[in-house]
């Protein structure tokens, strides 16, 4: 069930109307019904993985427990090891399995020898790298004594399924959602209207932006030695509005989801495309994924204390596990790599966190200067954001290739695409963007001083255009990762 | 959480207000003909199918035919009221298709079967470029034929036409006039369903000829020199082998629908204007299951060699298919097929 089809727009207001006309008398189930929505909301996808999920997280509530009464230290090890083994596990045999099986035997081929190795036929579980790192993260806090195991499985199990965040995010923290889970919920006027308000301008990025830059990005990126480097450079403009539309509009509807249940989830986004330096892009980028890797991963591995050497070492880590995480191929960690390079200049010189505030705040205009660096941004990210969506590595240089000549002069080409309207588009989005960049979501307090005629219209236009750009729907980008 | 629920509704009232304007303007103008029954079922627009309004007359009509043409828009182009002239006690449905798959062909001739039709007649056109290549599926919208409930397939056509997003949709719904290729608003027959004519003795002697005007010579004139009437290579070339394994099931339940009816039946293989020949491999395939009741006017001939005979390159003047029905009928007896 996605987002963005009429099944959920069905799914949606029962859950939320069967939820709190429960009465206060049933507020304790509250979260045993979350649950089981949750259940149905991902078996509407699979049911068979259903179970992969239930194991998944009653290893974890069993292992946190486990941890938690063990008597000696060797213990606490089997478990939490037992944990991050087979949560692992799990992940590297339906994620990386084959990846891993095809370099070796291509490894193989290249000295010669001819192996056919074994490959699995199996679909990647919706979700999967979502679920397993929020399990990963709670096993983690145990074992060094930062959180206590949850000893209600019911609301362990809503913390790794709440359906907004199941399958692709944000990736939550024990310490910020349980407490939200465990605490009983009264129905929030404003926190639900808000939400609503973030439901629509998620679907806006989606259906609208998305799902239109797709089709442009789709054009140039198939056939890429068809195009001229005009149309390239387009194609991988439109790209770069195309992933950022559909992910934090997924995120934004998942965001705005959980607020109808009075829930509020970790932000995801924070306005990438106007970050001054790549530092700050990925302050802004996928959150809660960066914000897991600098916590468990680049931290312990050092951060940014020692010596220069390791310093890079770490960065170039962190990436490069990023970009794997995304996906089983050469194509994401090259892009990870990528962004280690462009981030190594600011992490050297300590200008990385010059950045911590949004651009041009209380001013309506950015500086000269600071327009330069978003555009400078701009333009590295989308370079990085080619190898992201080709199909493999010689793709992404054959585009990079083609987008180099003096055919990028040339006027653009996509067949039967009116480049007007998208640009329209893109143009009234990048400005509602620019005019909520101090918010949380960019239609958080837009207009809501204004009176209700002027409000709604507001509201309505923006489901037309929703209505109007319907039909070209695309899966979620992230749902594969 | 009240105060929420009024405001939403409220907030809703509005577009579910157009939106029921929006319905109610739908079912009065019912522009597939769902809500009939109507006096005739002619194709008016574009987008309606030709195949589902020619089921729909059927349903509606006495049922009391015993003949019937079946094939592509190709077949627009026969007749059935010349048929009748020529064929004793016949008669003729035009059971009219855009596109007809030999799935579909056989859906029909099972269905009349199924409900106890005397099918003594059938005039049965195929294409060499459309006929068998859709792995014998079927494409029929109407619901007797894909099993849906009468109401899902009229939401269906309703969902279909509010989300199609065209400024001419609307304006068909608000009574105003749309021109172009959405209005082609042709005028069948109302007993024998033929589709761009209502019969008439008129009409029928004007069947044998050009019936060009000026202006259709000029338009043909310019579709040649653009290139879009392109030159052919004028030697003989085959269509590749198209009868699946599947096609040939369906084909061998046609021949036996016809066989255990005694029908009189012609197939006739259409000439079509990129001059490709029906291949001897398919042709061999049709002769098991329709014996010598096949006329085959594909490949390089006569018809294809002339451009003005396809004013629009797909399709063919009504004249060949007259020449073409006079030469077959004349050529075979036109009695019931003894077994």
Redesign the interface.
């Known amino acids: 069930m996605l987002f963005n089809t009429i099944s959920y727009g069905i799914f949606l207001p029962v859950i939320f109307i069967l939820y ?2 429960m009465g206060v008398r049933f507020r304790k189930i509250q979260n045993p019904f979350l649950l089981v929505a949750s259940y149905f909301f991902y078996a509407c996808w699979d049911w068979r993985f259903l179970f992969l999920l239930m194991f998944s997280t009653v290893l974890d509530y069993y292992t946190g427990l486990k941890m938690e009464d063990a008597t000696t230290l060797f213990r606490k090890k089997f478990w939490f090891w037992l944990s991050i083994i087979v949560n692992l596990g799990f992940l590297g045999v339906f994620k990386y399995f084959n990846f891993f099986t095809l370099s070796f035997s291509r490894l193989l081929d290249s000295f010669g020898f001819e192996v056919h190795l074994w490959t699995l036929s199996v679909i990647l579980p919706v979700g999967i790298s979502f679920y397993t790192f929020h399990g990963l993260s709670y096993v983690i806090d145990i074992y060094y004594n930062r959180i206590n195991p949850e000893r209600n499985f019911v609301d362990y199990s809503l913390f790794v399924s709440f359906f907004p965040l199941l399958v692709a995010g944000p990736i939550e923290r024990a310490t910020h959602l349980l407490p939200q889970i465990k605490s009983q919920r009264a ?1 929030d ?1 404003e926190k ?2 808000a939400g ?1 308000r973030q439901i629509l301008w998620g679907l806006f990025k989606k259906v609208v932006i998305a799902d239109q830059c797709a089709e442009f990005a789709n054009i140039a990126f198939n056939n890429s030695s068809q195009h001229s480097g005009s149309t390239l450079a387009l194609g991988a403009l439109f790209f770069t509005f195309q992933i950022y539309g559909d992910f934090s509009g997924y995120s934004d509807i998942a965001l705005g989801t959980a607020k109808l249940f009075g829930i509020d989830l970790l932000r995801n986004f924070a306005y990438p495309y106007f970050s001054r330096d790549i530092a700050e892009f990925w302050r802004r980028w996928h959150i809660s994924l960066s914000s897991w890797f600098r916590d468990y991963l680049y931290i312990p591995l050092g951060g940014s204390k020692g010596s220069t050497w390791i310093q890079v070492r770490n960065v170039f880590i962190i990436f490069i596990v990023s970009g794997f995480w995304h996906g089983a191929s050469f194509t994401f960690i090259i892009w990870g790599f990528l962004n280690a390079l462009f981030i190594l200049p600011s992490v050297l010189f300590k200008t990385n966190r010059n950045n911590l505030e949004i651009v041009a705040k209380g001013r309506i205009f950015p500086t000269v200067g600071e327009l330069g660096s978003m555009i400078f941004t701009f333009i590295l990210t989308n370079l990085a954001w080619v190898f992201f969506r080709s199909n493999s590595v010689q793709h992404a240089f054959q585009f990079l290739v083609g987008m180099a000549n003096e055919t990028l002069f040339s006027a653009p080409v996509f067949a039967g695409k009116s480049l007007t309207v998208i640009g329209l588009v893109l143009a009234f989005f990048v400005l509602i963007e620019w005019i909520g960049r101090e918010k949380q979501f960019a239609l958080e307090e837009l207009g809501t001083r204004s009176p209700r005629l002027i409000r ?1 219209s507001f ?2 236009a923006l ?1 037309f255009l929703i209505f ?1 750009f319907s ?1 070209a729907e695309q899966q979620f980008i992230y749902f594969q990762f | ?1 009240n ?2 629920i009024r ?2 509704l409220l ?1 809703f009232a ?2 579910v207000l157009l939106v029921m304007v929006v319905v109610g303007l739908y079912l009065k103008k019912d522009v597939y003909m769902d809500f009939g029954p109507y006096p005739n079922y002619s194709w008016k627009y574009y987008f309606q199918q030709l195949d589902d309004l020619s089921t729909k007359k059927y349903l509606q009509s006495e049922k009391n035919y015993n003949s019937f043409i079946l094939g592509s828009s190709r077949s627009v182009g026969v007749y059935g009221c010349y048929l009748q002239s020529k064929i004793p006690n016949s008669r003729f449905f035009h059971y009219g298709s855009w596109s007809e798959s030999i799935g579909a062909i056989h859906q029909k001739l099972w269905f009349l079967d199924s409900t106890g039709v005397d099918i003594q007649n059938v005039v049965l056109y195929i294409d060499t470029d459309n006929t068998f290549h859709q792995d014998g599926s079927s494409f029929s919208q109407h619901y007797i034929f894909t099993g849906a409930t009468e109401t899902m397939y009229r939401l269906k056509h309703m969902k279909t036409y509010l ?1 199609a ?1 065209d400024l001419d949709y609307m304006k068909i719904l608000l009574g105003m006039d749309v021109h172009g290729e959405i209005f082609p608003n042709w005028k069948s027959d109302k007993i024998t369903n033929d589709c761009q004519h209502q019969c008439s003795a008129a009409v029928i002697s004007k069947y044998g000829f050009r019936n060009q005007t000026h202006r259709d010579s000029v338009k043909i004139d310019s579709m040649l020199n653009v290139g879009f009437l392109y030159a052919r290579k004028n030697v003989p070339q085959n269509s590749g082998d198209q009868i699946s394994e599947i096609e040939e099931i369906k084909l061998a339940a046609i021949s036996e629908i016809l066989k255990k009816h005694h029908t009189n039946f012609y197939v006739v293989i259409t000439p079509l204007y990129d001059q490709f020949r029906f291949n001897t491999r398919d042709l061999n395939i049709l002769k098991k299951y329709f014996g010598n009741r096949i006329s085959d006017f594909s490949g390089v001939n006569s018809f294809t060699n002339d451009p003005y005979n396809f004013p629009d390159r797909k399709h063919f003047l009504p004249m060949i298919s007259k020449i073409m029905l006079d030469s077959v009928l004349n050529e075979k007896d036109n009695t019931r097929i003894k077994l």
Request: aromatic share 40%.
């Open positions: 709190w006309t129905f006027f639900a209207k609503l709604w509201y309505y489901g109007y039909g | 959480m105060k929420f405001t939403l907030f509005a577009p989300l997003k």
